[in-house]
């Protein structure tokens, strides 16, 4: 088959951009390396729908904030992940910091962004008690939001495929070859043809585009290391906290999740190799001290010890800082790269102007008759009153069953979220919470393994945290020596953690 549109990377941006085609009668299809949408960036991103008042005047970075920040509110009615406008608060401590509100709070405003507000320490004491008492004043921007990225990846991705896109999942791309008017990639699977690539291959989108033949700035690695807090923590501030920006980083942040933790960080660093390195994703005892010396900078109760989890994610940074959006010398093949923040928020837009430019490149958009915007909202026992939980679980006991006691996931939202394409635990865990509490899937883990095993037919030790490598479980070496060891469910005869 032969497809109108192939798109590289099944981000955020790719995802946004094959659910828009799929409004169309176009045939698109949607290639990832990975075993799961949204496992790279977009997983670590920090799930902030900015206010659509900071980008610089003259990017596209400011072309796309106010318009993409407009369209989350429509995107959140369609289709199921977690999404709040909380508002947010950048913090002045000094004249300087005073003098870069102002001109920020102007910006905005000939921005057309609504609702903003400069509050005196007065009025912020009095919304965030929590807040350092030496904060002078604060940008208030209520049109800001948080979501929950990896559900929202998800939710594109299952409503792009009801809609008629294919998803090529674990095609890692090996090459790109032109045929006539279109393009053949080569995957680790097969080949993909198309007539047009529109590559969104974040950390690897100046790769992608040399396969191609086409020029792209290169792409560097900018380290963000972000630490999960407590759920006692839960409205310790109600907004999004920014200290006012300096630099290429808008700094360390306090960040109110959708689901009630608050998260802090994060930072900003080159990886190794001038940031070359697309593998470094280890959090530091340097990156910790530097992230709670500014959380507590702006909030100082906040304490290390609350720490329940802590990770690391890459932000694709092309020369220049801004996006890159557009066509290329290689007719057909587009680069939409350079994709750091805000691009999360700016990820509807963006997707809305790549549709855009492939109908100005020649690609027909019938619109298709079809197309089914909605999807259905799996069950959260979590947000159920008893009542409603003992109603559902009537008609499927495995939602009366708990498999995730700190965030009060039951085996029945762990099986449905395989049903809906889980196939690993991140896949499990970011559908469903289930690992993400306290303990950290330290109670939790084997269950939720067993059951993927159980729904996919697969052995216990292939189960994996996030495809690839990345097992949790091992046979034991010595296993068949030991008369005592029990069998596994694979058949061998003993599986330890690992």
């Not at 970075?61 to 369609?78: D, M, P, S, V, Y």
């Not at 630490?227 to 700094?251: N, Q």
């Not at 039951?410 to 865990?429: H, L, P, Q, Y």
């Amino acid at each position: 088959m032969r497809y109108d549109v192939a798109i590289v990377g099944a981000g955020v941006i790719g995802c946004a951009i094959a659910r828009e085609l799929s409004r169309s009668l176009a045939t698109v299809a949607l290639i990832e390396r990975d075993v799961e949408v949204g496992l790279g960036t977009s997983k670590a991103n920090s799930g902030i729908i900015h206010g659509g008042h900071r980008a610089h005047d003259g990017t596209l970075k400011a072309a796309t904030e106010w318009r993409g920040n407009q369209l989350w509110g429509e995107l959140a009615k369609e289709l199921p992940f977690g999404f709040e406008r909380v508002g947010d608060l950048t913090v002045a401590f000094d004249e300087a910091d005073l003098a870069v509100l102002h001109e920020t709070l102007e910006q905005g405003r000939r921005r057309g962004v609504t609702g903003l507000e400069l509050w005196d320490a007065e009025r912020l004491r009095r919304e965030e008690p929590n807040l350092s008492h030496e904060a002078i004043a604060a940008l208030h921007a209520p049109s800001a939001g948080v979501v929950n990225p990896y559900e929202a990846c998800f939710a594109l991705a299952e409503s792009a495929v009801r809609n008629g896109v294919d998803l090529k999942l674990e095609h890692a791309v090996e090459g790109i070859d032109r045929d006539g008017d279109g393009f053949v990639v080569r995957t680790s699977r097969g080949d993909v043809a198309a007539r047009f690539v529109v590559n969104a291959a974040g950390l690897f989108g100046d790769a992608v585009a040399r396969m191609a033949g086409a020029s792209a700035p290169t792409i560097r690695a900018r380290k963000g290391e972000e630490y999960l807090l407590d759920k006692r923590l839960a409205g310790y501030v109600g907004r999004v906290v920014f200290p006012t920006p300096s630099g290429e980083s808008k700094g360390i942040l306090l960040i109110p999740t959708y689901d009630g933790t608050l998260m802090v960080g994060p930072t900003a660093h080159w990886t190794a190799d001038h940031g070359a390195d697309t593998t470094d994703l280890d959090t530091t005892a340097a990156g910790a001290a530097e992230v709670f010396a500014g959380a507590r900078r702006l909030a100082p109760g906040i304490a290390e010890a609350d720490c329940i989890a802590e990770f690391a994610g890459l932000r694709a940074v092309a020369d220049g800082e801004d996006f890159v959006i557009g066509a290329t010398e290689v007719a057909g093949f587009l680069n939409v790269i350079g994709i750091q923040s805000p691009g999360l928020t700016a990820a509807p837009a963006i997707a809305q102007d790549v549709v855009a430019l492939l109908a100005a490149q020649g690609l027909e958009l019938e619109p298709d008759d079809a197309f089914v915007p909605g999807l259905e909202a799996p069950v959260r026992a979590a947000q159920l009153d008893f009542e409603e939980l003992a109603r559902v679980a009537r008609g499927d006991p495995a939602f009366g069953r708990i498999a995730c006691r700190c965030e009060r996931v039951t085996e029945g939202e762990v099986r449905a979220a395989i049903a809906r394409g889980a196939r690993t635990m991140d896949g499990v865990k970011f559908r469903t919470r289930a690992g993400m509490g306290r303990c950290q899937g330290g109670f939790c883990a084997w269950r939720v393994m067993s059951l993927i095993a159980e729904a996919t037919d697969t052995p216990i030790p292939a189960v994996t945290k996030k495809g690839g490598g990345s097992w949790i479980a091992r046979v034991r070496t010595d296993a068949a020596e030991r008369s005592d060891a029990p069998d596994a469910p694979d058949g061998t005869r003993e599986v330890a953690h690992g």
